[in-house]
């Protein structure tokens, strides 16, 4: 493998985008109350999300009028309905940081170019994953802290694990990786920083090109060289949308792992009956993901756009307006499920969960993520006996108003 032009960190190296989240996405200890009270009132309010749950307007999109649309009927008619509900919003924010993303596309072009992603993530490719990327990187990881019993699972596990798969699916040289995490995070600062969050599309949009030249010279297992050479029915992928999706693969895959796999180790932890129900018996561990993607699941709101004047709720949506579709009331509906405020990995799955989205925007590493979240609960408890909350330490504190995740879990086990 040839070597490419080292990647290019900010102008100003000091800039530290992981102090960030906050800002970004909300300190709220807990959102879900308020998002009740919503709901109680109306399916539907004229109202800025971020707003609404007292963060600053997102700064690419404050001009548009904001509709949060609650409950789960609603959400999934409008996450259901991408000819009246459009992904065009995320042309505002998304599209500044990531660029001509699938993510910001609808139909036909959205659906052309899906298909050729989704062949790289299809159950079969992502099951071998599992075995030559996941595990090697969950092991090593937990090495580092088995021999002491004790352990942060976020700082010292969650945290990383799932980028470090990612940085293994791109094959990226080792020396490149520490910016290359900076500038991928930094791309989500876009909402209230714009200077440092194109900043980082720019650098990166530079760094993946030569990466792709390269890769297409020397094609190897990796992703880059997958897709890069991926096809379907004769079209393949071009520059500008592989880039773009590489751009976003980081935040995509690894930042809402990480929050989705903290999330179920806190429901799980938290109430040691059902910890030790999945312990005894691992074919429970897939209605436990489930149950904590809808729980506490790490991405609360998604953003449509209303393609023309429409109703919903009976409420009168303005063409162009934002729609704040939140998946999180959607989850917690009473109407759906019983004392939704619980975390019960034995509570009856009639319904799907929008942890994931739904509709033609369904998430495209749903599996990868699931294969993820499986192997890592597997490790957990095959190598840390009788992990369980560090009594003497706080208990783990889920945060966030847009995403959600915990900053520590602090546990012990027998060694």
Same mark, same amino acid.
């Given at each position: 493998?040839?070597?490419?032009?080292?990647?290019?960190?900010?102008?100003?190296?000091?800039?530290?985008?992981?102090?960030?989240?906050?800002?970004?996405?909300?300190?709220?200890?807990?959102?879900?109350?308020?998002?009740?009270?919503?709901?109680?009132?109306?399916?539907?309010?004229?109202?800025?999300?971020?707003?609404?749950?007292?963060?600053?307007?997102?700064?690419?999109?404050?001009?548009?009028?904001?509709?949060?649309?609650?409950?789960?009927?609603?959400?999934?008619?409008?996450?259901?309905?991408?000819?009246?509900?459009?992904?065009?919003?995320?042309?505002?924010?998304?599209?500044?940081?990531?660029?001509?993303?699938?993510?910001?596309?609808?139909?036909?072009?959205?659906?052309?170019?899906?298909?050729?992603?989704?062949?790289?993530?299809?159950?079969?490719?992502?099951?071998?994953?599992?075995?030559?990327?996941?595990?090697?990187?969950?092991?090593?990881?937990?090495?580092?802290?088995?021999?002491?019993?004790?352990?942060?699972?976020?700082?010292?596990?969650?945290?990383?694990?799932?980028?470090?798969?990612?940085?293994?699916?791109?094959?990226?040289?080792?020396?490149?990786?520490?910016?290359?995490?900076?500038?991928?995070?930094?791309?989500?600062?876009?909402?209230?920083?714009?200077?440092?969050?194109?900043?980082?599309?720019?650098?990166?949009?530079?760094?993946?090109?030569?990466?792709?030249?390269?890769?297409?010279?020397?094609?190897?297992?990796?992703?880059?060289?997958?897709?890069?050479?991926?096809?379907?029915?004769?079209?393949?992928?071009?520059?500008?949308?592989?880039?773009?999706?590489?751009?976003?693969?980081?935040?995509?895959?690894?930042?809402?792992?990480?929050?989705?796999?903290?999330?179920?180790?806190?429901? =799980?932890? &938290?109430?040691? %009956?059902? @910890?030790?129900? +999945? *312990?005894? !018996?691992? #074919?429970?561990? /897939?209605?436990?993901?489930?149950?904590?993607?809808?729980?506490?699941?790490?991405?609360?709101?998604?953003?449509?756009?209303?393609?023309?004047?429409?109703?919903?709720?009976?409420?009168?949506?303005?063409?162009?307006?934002?729609?704040?579709?939140?998946?999180?009331?959607?989850?917690?509906?009473?109407?759906?499920?019983?004392?939704?405020?619980?975390?019960?990995?034995?509570?009856?799955?009639?319904?799907?969960?929008?942890?994931?989205?739904?509709?033609?925007?369904?998430?495209?590493?749903?599996?990868?993520?699931?294969?993820?979240?499986?192997?890592? =609960?597997? &490790?957990?408890? %095959?190598? @840390?006996?009788? +992990? *369980?909350? !560090?009594? #003497?330490?706080? /208990?783990?504190?889920?945060?966030?108003?847009?995403?959600?995740?915990?900053?520590?879990?602090?546990?012990?086990?027998?060694?």
């Amino acid at each position: 493998m040839t070597a490419i032009a080292r990647i290019q960190d900010f102008d100003d190296p000091s800039y530290d985008p992981f102090v960030s989240d906050e800002a970004s996405f909300g300190d709220n200890a807990d959102p879900y109350p308020l998002l009740a009270q919503w709901l109680k009132e109306a399916p539907v309010h004229k109202l800025d999300y971020r707003v609404g749950m007292g963060l600053a307007p997102d700064l690419t999109m404050a001009a548009r009028e904001h509709y949060v649309v609650l409950g789960y009927d609603l959400v999934e008619k409008v996450l259901g309905d991408p000819a009246t509900f459009t992904n065009e919003a995320y042309r505002n924010n998304l599209g500044i940081s990531f660029g001509r993303s699938v993510s910001t596309m609808d139909a036909p072009e959205h659906t052309q170019f899906r298909k050729i992603f989704q062949k790289a993530f299809l159950p079969n490719v992502v099951a071998k994953w599992g075995d030559e990327l996941v595990d090697p990187v969950v092991n090593a990881l937990m090495d580092r802290f088995i021999p002491r019993g004790k352990a942060d699972l976020v700082q010292e596990f969650t945290h990383h694990y799932p980028f470090h798969i990612i940085y293994r699916q791109l094959a990226l040289p080792q020396e490149d990786i520490a910016v290359f995490h900076k500038l991928a995070i930094a791309q989500t600062v876009t909402s209230y920083d714009i200077a440092h969050g194109t900043e980082a599309s720019r650098k990166l949009g530079v760094y993946f090109k030569e990466l792709l030249e390269e890769r297409r010279r020397n094609p190897g297992p990796d992703l880059v060289s997958l897709l890069a050479q991926a096809e379907v029915d004769g079209d393949v992928l071009p520059e500008e949308v592989l880039v773009s999706f590489l751009r976003q693969l980081v935040n995509a895959g690894g930042d809402t792992t990480y929050r989705g796999t903290s999330i179920l180790l806190v429901g =799980l932890l &938290a109430n040691p %009956d059902q @910890l030790d129900a +999945v *312990r005894r !018996d691992r #074919a429970l561990i /897939p209605q436990a993901i489930d149950e904590a993607l809808r729980w506490d699941g790490p991405v609360l709101v998604q953003s449509r756009t209303a393609a023309r004047e429409t109703e919903l709720g009976g409420v009168k949506i303005p063409a162009n307006a934002i729609l704040d579709v939140v998946a999180g009331s959607a989850n917690r509906d009473p109407s759906r499920y019983p004392d939704p405020d619980k975390f019960d990995i034995f509570r009856a799955r009639k319904h799907r969960h929008f942890a994931f989205a739904y509709g033609p925007h369904v998430c495209i590493g749903q599996h990868l993520a699931r294969v993820e979240m499986t192997r890592a =609960l597997h &490790a957990i408890l %095959d190598r @840390l006996p009788n +992990v *369980r909350l !560090d009594p #003497a330490m706080p /208990p783990p504190d889920v945060r966030g108003t847009m995403m959600r995740v915990p900053k520590h879990i602090h546990v012990v086990f027998d060694r």
